[in-house]
């Protein structure tokens, strides 16, 4: 009888998800991100056909200025040559819709937003939201102004990893955090990536310091209020700006975080990311790629270690499920934000607190002083 009570009610619902109105959304650059060139080799599906696959949305138009790659969009059979456009005013002119995905590299990203809030429409943008502070709280209050939805994908707080360490540490298990170690050793010195991104600066920062510090700011639940700093990078790099940072930062309820790293490593064995965070009651244990499982916990004065994310199984594990995974959950999380029905996981006045600690950081690796986010008389006594 339940059996059937749960098939019953499983058809009711894909009945009347069918019955649905979906949201129409168009994408602004179709690159790797959005459209993986190399399927087998990628390490996510890519928003395209992730929104290809949901309930909640209809990709209705796509836009990018790269004829190949409009063309894998006709190609792969996900929109007609007429729905893209390599113009973005004639696509939101003419393309009636109701949120823009910003997907296109991170300088275009302010003007991309402009337009779109011109048009009202509901944002989700890759990150990092913008690359100038100034711009993006511009753009925020036009947001707040106009009631519009934007949500920015800090997608390392959606992975099973994320997720779970905000929960435990919230929740009281970990007692007040002391320290966070983070230590990161990633190839990128590789030259058939786009020639853009070896003229970008700080590229560490801006690619993946993104996701780590914001990662940071989300589990602790709390603000960055110091930085102290040094930028390096080794002979050998193809990059015009350091590859290299050793940040110290401050949280202002007195967690210190180490965060070492550098895009520049050799290496191709050791994992890339390793983080241990450090409480009055254990510590979180997390050597990956990119943040995949497992995550273990190391009760205080206890041998044994606990795996919490030993209910996640299988391929659920690896690397492109977890962002396949996470992409999903903040797809679905931006529907139900447009429809009010959920809070976002990350609002874009949230991403932007994330780039004012990108921007101290990087004022930090340039003066080598040390950069007060607060700047309260209070604040800067405390920890000087
Ligand atoms: N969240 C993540 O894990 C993650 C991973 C990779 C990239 N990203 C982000 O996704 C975005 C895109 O990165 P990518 O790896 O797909 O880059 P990419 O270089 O592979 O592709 C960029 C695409 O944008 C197009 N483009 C260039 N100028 C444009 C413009 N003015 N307007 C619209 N499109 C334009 C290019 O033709 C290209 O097709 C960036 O913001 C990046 O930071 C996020």
């Known amino acids: 009888m339940t059996v059937l ?69 006709v190609e792969r059979g996900y929109l007609k040559p007429e729905q893209n456009f390599t113009d973005l005013t004639r696509m939101l002119t003419n393309v009636p819709c109701d949120a823009l995905l910003v997907c296109n590299p991170v300088q275009y990203h302010a003007s991309t937003i402009r337009q779109a809030i011109d048009h009202d429409l509901h944002l989700l943008v890759e990150k990092p939201f913008t690359d100038d502070l100034q711009e993006g709280r511009e753009l925020v209050s036009l947001i707040q102004r106009k009631k519009l939805t934007a949500c920015v994908v800090q997608n390392w707080r959606n992975k099973d990893v994320g997720r779970l360490m905000h929960q435990h540490i919230q929740d009281g298990q970990l007692g007040k955090i002391g320290h966070i170690f983070f230590r990161y050793v990633r190839d990128r010195e590789n030259p058939k990536l786009p020639p853009y991104i070896f003229q970008e600066k700080f590229p560490l920062l801006y690619a993946m310091g993104i996701h780590h510090l914001d990662l940071f700011r989300y589990i602790l639940n709390d603000e960055i209020i110091s930085v102290q700093g040094q930028s390096f990078k080794p002979d050998w790099s193809l990059y015009e700006s350091d590859t290299g ?117 990087r004022r930090a690796c340039e003066t080598g002083e040390v950069v007060y986010l607060d700047t309260t008389p209070e604040l800067q006594l405390e920890n000087s």
């Open 5 to 73: 009570c749960h098939r019953v009610y499983s058809g009711l619902e894909i009945y009347f998800n069918k019955m649905k109105k979906k949201l129409n959304i168009a994408v602004s650059g179709i690159g790797n991100r959005a459209l993986p060139k190399g399927i087998q080799t990628s390490n996510w599906l890519g928003w395209v056909e992730l929104i290809h696959r949901s309930d909640e949305f209809e990709l209705v138009a796509a836009h990018d200025p790269s004829a190949e790659s409009i063309q894998r969009m």
């Open 245 to 361: 940072l050793n940040l110290f930062l401050k949280t202002k309820r007195g967690t210190s975080i180490i965060y070492s790293g550098t895009i520049s490593s050799p290496n191709k064995v050791i994992s890339q990311e390793s983080l241990i965070v450090e409480g009055e009651k254990g510590t979180l244990i997390n050597e990956s790629q990119w943040s995949e499982p497992p995550l273990w916990y190391y009760p205080k004065g206890i041998v044994d270690r606990i795996e919490l994310t030993k209910h996640i199984k299988g391929q659920d594990r690896e690397t492109t499920e977890q962002y396949n995974r996470s992409d999903r959950n903040i797809l679905r999380n931006f529907s139900q934000s447009i429809l009010g029905k959920e809070e976002p996981v990350c609002r874009a006045e949230d991403a932007l607190k994330s780039i004012e600690v990108l921007e101290a950081s």
